[in-house]
């Protein structure tokens, strides 16, 4: 089993910035792909950023050089920072893991961004 802890979120104004946490725990993966998704009221859920097992990165258009995912593989955890962020990016963030074929999601946590 693998559990997923987001931390981070928050309220922040247009402009901010915020550094989101995901610590896993349980069984460790040597090379999992990792990813933040999210999702808006009414809308469907998507992917923000990933890295593969590979580590190489890829981002949604719309955070393209505003948000940076990262991971520090010692601490178990991928970090997504996001710089200039607008109200646009209001949405519950949840990370995900990739390995053996299956996902495991983590609870969420709240970005509101207010203009």
């Known amino acids: 089993q693998v559990q997923l802890v987001e931390s981070g979120g928050g309220l922040v104004q247009a402009g901010g910035s915020l550094r989101l946490s995901c610590v896993a725990s349980?069984?460790?993966?040597?090379?999992?792909?990792l990813g933040w998704y999210r999702q808006a009221p009414g809308k469907q859920r998507e992917l923000v950023a990933a890295v593969s097992s590979a580590r190489t990165t890829n981002y949604a258009d719309s955070v393209k050089g505003r948000f940076t995912i990262s991971v520090d593989i010692a601490k178990t955890t991928v970090y997504l920072q996001m710089n200039s962020l607008k109200p646009e990016d209001t949405a519950v963030y949840y990370c995900?893991?990739?390995?053996?074929?299956?996902?495991?999601w983590g609870q969420g946590t709240q970005v509101t961004v207010s203009s």
């Open positions: 349980g069984t460790i993966f040597r090379a999992p792909n």
């Open positions: 995900k893991l990739s390995a053996r074929s299956r996902d495991y």
